[in-house]
């Protein structure tokens, strides 16, 4: 039976057998039964990683250090509200640091630490803890952001909007009548997809 360990664009963890593109951590929020309780974070620092790094095999629970959290792609990862890993990603949260500057007019790349508060901030209701969205213009919304269309997640491409599950993201369409939508990608992220910033994204986004 698959652990509860697979992250959804709505910020839920599920058990599901899917396969991702990337893992993650915020700090270890797993009992000793390797199940988990209510808690969903132990740190501001959501990170999303590489599957493998340096050739080391970690176990995904291990007591009191970590809980390795898997994602479909970092569409996903971002949605969730998950920022690039600065030591197994290095470049990608530089480019991600680096757009974070650029959408903000920062004279410099910004602290991971400055960046997870905001992020938390924009990601978390503090009073029920559960996921912040936002309303926003589907025509407005960068590539790779992620809203809320018939009912479940769904990718925003060019304009169009793919349907997304773990089996893949199922065809694009182009939403009729439809301005606003329910957008499930942090504002910070948001800003940093459109200065630039391209997500992995899972080979069936290229399908469409």
Not at 40 to 56: D, F, H, N, P, Q
Not at 133 to 147: C, H, R, W
Not at 149 to 178: E, M
Request: positive net charge; hydrophobic residues 40%.
């Amino acid at each position: 039976m698959p652990l509860q360990n697979r992250v959804l664009p709505t910020q839920e963890i599920v058990a599901d057998p899917g396969r991702g593109l990337l893992l993650g951590n915020r700090g270890s929020i797993h009992r000793p039964d390797r199940t988990l309780g209510s808690t969903r974070w132990r740190s501001k620092a959501w990170i999303c990683c590489v599957l493998e790094w340096k050739g080391i095999r970690r176990d995904p629970m291990p007591p009191g250090r970590w809980t390795a959290l898997f994602f479909f792609d970092e569409a996903v990862a971002l949605a969730a509200g998950h920022r690039p890993c600065h030591c197994c990603r290095r470049r990608d949260f530089l480019l991600y640091a680096g757009a974070w500057a650029t959408a903000n007019a920062l004279a410099e790349r910004p602290r991971a630490a400055d960046m997870d508060a905001v992020l938390h901030h924009q990601r978390v209701d503090s009073r029920t803890r559960q996921q912040r969205t936002t309303v926003q213009n589907l025509a407005e919304l960068p590539d790779g952001a992620m809203v809320r269309f018939d009912g479940r997640p769904a990718l925003v491409i060019g304009g169009r909007v793919l349907p997304w599950s773990w089996n893949g993201y199922g065809t694009a369409q182009r939403p009729t009548g439809l301005e606003q939508v329910e957008t499930l990608t942090p504002p910070a992220n948001l800003v940093v997809l459109q200065a630039g910033f391209a997500p992995l994204l899972h080979p069936s986004a290229g399908r469409n």
